[in-house]
């Protein structure tokens, strides 16, 4: 067979499909595969470059394959969707991918080590307790304002509720057991969560990179542990505002015929990551209002011109930006060049 130097390979749970091409840039191999023969067949074939989508999977097949000699390049999946030619089967994405990856412009997304995976896993999971606790203690509220027992927002007011709708001796049999079944829900998913954060925090203190994220206001050991994991190479982007955009926390961009037209942030990128931003952006204003914090005249100008929403995204932004020079560069966050800025102004 002639010289393979490019293949793109559209993968699923038990079928993937190949589409290769030589050094002339002529499809030499189109091949559909079953999953238990993947891995036989890119052990006769001498070592290539093999594009994938960065999907779910996509990462165990590029460290198998890479042990095999193989170069792998993951890419977005949207990034590849423009070199998808008319119609959509499995033969067409997999030719899309090979011819995508050949582009100097695209953007490739770093392998991740089994480590970091299971590290990643940590943070997925224990977001979605939160999300459960959230729900269980809205559930709670909610149920026992019918029975007219109402307590404040917070998870702080929860287990005192949970008292007083034991103690509420009116309260019918039934209800009380569906209580008591809540209240216990919620026990073990406080005490699990409570559990993750404290291995989330030992991940956190022995990561330097986290640790120099956590010093800039706003972002916590969570935000600084998920932007750690979500971004290993930093260097893929060419600048801050470049990884801003990439978390979705720039506007959407629909300008023609040299008339500007900018509406809400894409929100595109990672979900989890651009949350945790906005929420510690969101805490800073907050304490900035309330007079516990000094601002720097950046924030404080942007403050008397936008709503509060609007300008925790902007600082969102610029956090973004910080976050991104720090993990290219090494350094330690400046906390003296904002009050600096602050002397300055005054």
């Not at 506007?251 to 949350?275: C, F, N, W």
């Amino acid at each position: 067979m002639t010289q393979v130097i490019r293949i793109g390979m559209d993968t699923s749970k038990q079928v993937f499909q190949l589409h290769g091409v030589d050094a002339s840039e002529q499809p030499v191999l189109r091949k559909r595969l079953r999953r238990s023969q993947v891995e036989g067949f890119f052990c006769r074939l001498a070592p290539t470059v093999v594009g994938m989508e960065a999907c779910g999977g996509s990462h165990h097949w590029a460290r198998m394959l890479g042990a095999l000699g193989h170069e792998v390049r993951l890419m977005p999946p949207q990034y590849v969707k423009a070199y998808l030619k008319r119609g959509k089967n499995d033969a067409a994405d997999a030719e899309a991918l090979c011819e995508a990856m050949s582009r100097p412009s695209m953007r490739f997304v770093t392998v991740k080590t089994e480590a970091e995976q299971a590290a990643l896993m940590l943070v997925g999971v224990r977001e979605q307790l939160v999300r459960r606790r959230t729900q269980l203690s809205n559930m709670i509220r909610g149920y026992a304002a019918e029975f007219g027992l109402v307590a404040a927002r917070g998870l702080c007011r929860v287990e005192p509720l949970l008292a007083r709708i034991e103690a509420h001796e009116e309260l019918p049999a039934q209800a009380r057991a569906l209580f008591a079944e809540l209240g216990a829900a919620y026990a073990a998913v406080q005490d699990r969560a409570a559990a993750l954060d404290a291995e989330l925090k030992v991940w956190h203190r022995q990561s330097a990179p986290s640790q120099r994220l956590a010093q800039i206001p706003g972002i916590g050991p969570v935000c600084a542990v998920t932007l750690t994991l979500k971004v290993p190479d930093p260097h893929v982007f060419a600048s801050g505002r470049q990884f801003a955009a990439w978390l979705g926390l720039t506007p959407k961009d629909h300008s023609t015929a040299g008339r500007q037209r900018l509406g809400v942030i894409t929100r595109a990128g990672d979900e989890a990551a651009r949350s945790l931003l906005v929420n510690g952006a969101t805490a800073v204003i907050q304490q900035v209002r309330r007079g516990r914090r000094q601002p720097s005249p950046w924030l404080e100008s942007l403050l008397q011109r936008k709503e509060p929403k609007e300008a925790a995204v902007a600082l969102a932004n610029k956090m973004a930006r910080i976050a991104w020079k720090l993990m290219v560069s090494g350094e330690a966050y400046n906390s003296g060049l904002a009050a600096g800025e602050r002397r300055t102004a005054a």
